[in-house]
């Protein structure tokens, strides 16, 4: 009897174990030994192994200590869960095995919100899906602009993620490298999500605002539009999605704009320029300013690896020194899709883009050139738009003036 007692501890302790590890924070940790109580004897033991790339969960398991067949009879219980097929290197599995060294518990972390714990069963394993409830948070996130948006948002412990989105709501407007000035103000009203109080990532952003010097602020929020979609509109009711983009990169530089006597770098002499320059790496993307058809790719002299795009409107757009093309004369291609990638070919003394609007056969300055607006919010739906807009933005001003308790990721 007092045997009998003393295995049931045991293998209560054990699945204490392997629930703890469980609910703990998803950043890897050292193998872990747990010390029993005096008395108890040994305490089982946990160690932790990550999915490598390309590797396959039953192969992670032998490689954590599993005897083949043991691993085989786990991938069976999971296969009704998981698709095997859709593993990501950095899963967790978390191995739990007793004084004895025979293996108690596996713990498998797909996602900090989903997990599986399989433990030993009198005929074999015991399968547990656990899942995550997740909150979600509305947050205001607002700064000062010091050098980049970028570095901005960093410093106040935000992800790149939510500064590619912010900069997406107003990238048909606003070129964040040509219009950004130091002391530009931003903020808005974002959904952060959490599980058991750890971020997990941000969802829709609800409003968002950007002040600049000389210019009027640029507002713009998440609306439900007629067909049920959730759109973005700027605070007149127009959709923020225009035919043109303002810039073919994100987070970079403008090194020379356009002009029509500048002073050659290589051949000397003041020559047109065009274009606008981007300084960038090698190898950033360039994205498509608008849908368009590709009417040329390839070497194009002292244009080095060249693009050029043929849109709507009479407008044609140039790429040029790429470090490499993605695109074939022909193809139809989407606003945002990437065309090429930065390079220095050609005449070029460094690594840039050199962009270039023609409108009608006219080289045109695509920083002064004013774009169709995007589509409005229907009039019978424009009374709902203004009240949700007064509301997020009565929102969005009276968190502003509270003392700053923004959840951070």
């Known amino acids: 009897m007092r045997s009998l007692v003393r295995l049931l501890a045991c ?9 703890a590890w469980a609910s703990r924070p998803i950043d890897p940790a050292p193998p872990l ?80 919100i989903e997990r599986y714990e399989l433990s030993r069963a009198e005929r074999g394993w015991a399968l547990q899906a656990v899942r995550v409830p997740v909150e979600t948070r509305i947050a205001l996130v607002k700064g000062r602009l010091e050098d ?20 997406s709501l ?45 210019r009027p602020p640029l507002t713009t929020v998440s609306f439900t539009d007629a067909q049920g979609r959730d759109a973005y509109y700027d605070a007149a009711g127009r959709s923020v999605k225009k035919m043109f983009l303002r810039a073919p990169l994100d987070f970079t530089r403008i090194t020379s704009g356009f002009s029509h006597a500048r002073l050659h770098p290589i051949l000397g002499g003041v020559r047109p320029h065009l274009a606008i320059d981007y300084g960038a790496p090698t190898g950033t993307p360039v994205r498509a300013v608008a849908d368009g058809t590709v009417i040329a790719s390839g070497w194009n002299g ?47 003394t460094g690594p840039h883009l050199d962009y270039r609007v023609k409108k009608d056969g006219q080289f045109v300055n695509p920083l002064g050139e004013r774009f169709l607006p995007g589509e409005p919010v229907s009039a019978r739906r424009k009374p709902a738009f203004d009240r949700h807009l007064e509301a997020l933005l009565e929102r969005l001003e009276r968190e502003d003036t509270q003392p700053d308790s923004t959840p951070r990721p």
């Open 33 to 112: 030994t747990i010390t029993a109580p005096a008395g108890e004897g040994p305490a089982p033991v946990s160690a932790e192994t990550t999915l490598r790339r390309r590797e396959t969960l039953e192969t992670a398991l032998v490689r954590s200590g599993l005897e083949r067949a043991d691993a085989t009879v786990v991938i069976g219980l999971l296969r009704g869960a998981v698709d095997m097929r859709r593993l990501a290197p950095g899963e967790r599995l978390l191995v739990t095995r007793d004084a004895a060294d025979a293996v108690m518990g596996i713990t498998y972390w797909r996602s900090p």
């Open 148 to 167: 980049s948006l970028f570095a901005s948002m960093d410093r106040l412990g935000e992800g790149a993620a939510l500064t590619v989105a912010f900069v």
């Open 11 to 19: 293998g209560g302790l054990g699945l204490v174990i392997v629930l």
């Open 302 to 348: 002292g244009n080095g690896i060249s693009v050029t795009i043929r849109h709507a409107r009479g407008y044609e757009t140039m790429y040029n020194h790429l470090s490499a093309a993605t695109v074939r004369v022909g193809e139809r291609v989407r606003q945002r899709a990437i065309i090429g990638r930065v390079g220095a070919t050609g005449l070029a």
């Open 170 to 214: 107003f990238e048909w407007d606003f070129d964040f490298a040509a219009d950004s000035l130091p002391g530009d103000r931003f903020r808005l009203l974002v959904e952060k999500r959490f599980g058991e109080n750890q971020f997990l990532g941000y969802g829709e952003i609800l409003v968002a605002q950007y002040r600049s010097a000389d």
